[in-house]
């Protein structure tokens, strides 16, 4: 008769592999989508927009963050080792915000091209794409909260278990939710304003849905 000891060893090992076949998947579906992003030649290269970079940055993000925990978890083991379980939650909150900053500079491009008519208006002279990256700003202290207020243990199983403290999380999730409906709301408002909307406007707007 198989032992309690047994079944979960066997429950974890099948979890594990489950675990490495979601992480080969996902390597495989990103090395895909970087391959038909990834400019071929040079003259590409040189007409990169900032928009498209923020995309080509986000999808090598992921793809590091998916090759390095599938090590993490199928070679060296988070589990029994302080070390490991330690370097997973960092990693974890490295590549998330780094991932969300890139994410929201691509959502403020957007809406930079909206309200400038895709005109080759500068930056940093634009009040809006200020604003933008002013609230951007405020992704730095969610940050170092997320820092401090990481959670990672080892339970008496062996099993490492990383998180997030409350009060890491409910500014986390309450800054995510309020800084998309921003950004939205920065987005739509020159369609609102405007009536009818300038053909120029329209087009910009379809090109950057």
């Known amino acids: 008769m198989a032992s309690d000891s047994d079944s979960d060893s066997g429950e974890y090992h099948g979890l594990q592999i489950l675990t490495t076949c979601i992480e080969l998947i996902g390597v495989s579906l990103l090395s895909f989508c970087l391959a038909r992003r990834v400019p071929t030649g040079w003259r590409q290269w040189k007409h990169l927009t900032w928009g498209r970079t923020c995309v080509l940055l986000v999808l090598l993000d992921s793809w590091i963050f998916v090759f390095f925990s599938g090590i993490l978890t199928a070679g060296i083991g988070i589990s029994w080792s302080h070390t490991t379980c330690t370097l997973a939650i960092y ?27 895709g005109n080759q ?89």
């Open 121 to 209: 208006a500068s930056r940093h002279k634009t009040k809006v794409y200020r604003l933008c990256a002013f609230v951007l700003l405020g992704y730095f202290a969610i940050g170092i909260l997320m820092v401090l207020g990481n959670a990672h243990t080892i339970r008496a199983d062996g099993v490492c278990v990383i998180g997030l403290k409350a009060f890491a999380t409910i500014p986390l999730i309450a800054y995510d939710l309020s800084l998309n409906i921003f950004l939205t709301a920065m987005f739509m408002c020159p369609l609102w304003i405007l009536h009818p909307i300038s053909p120029r406007l329209r087009s910009v707007a379809k090109r950057t849905l």
């Open 91 to 117: 990693s974890c909150i490295s590549f998330y915000a780094v991932s969300k900053i890139l994410i929201y500079a691509f959502l403020s491009e957007k809406v930079y091209i909206v309200w400038t008519g």
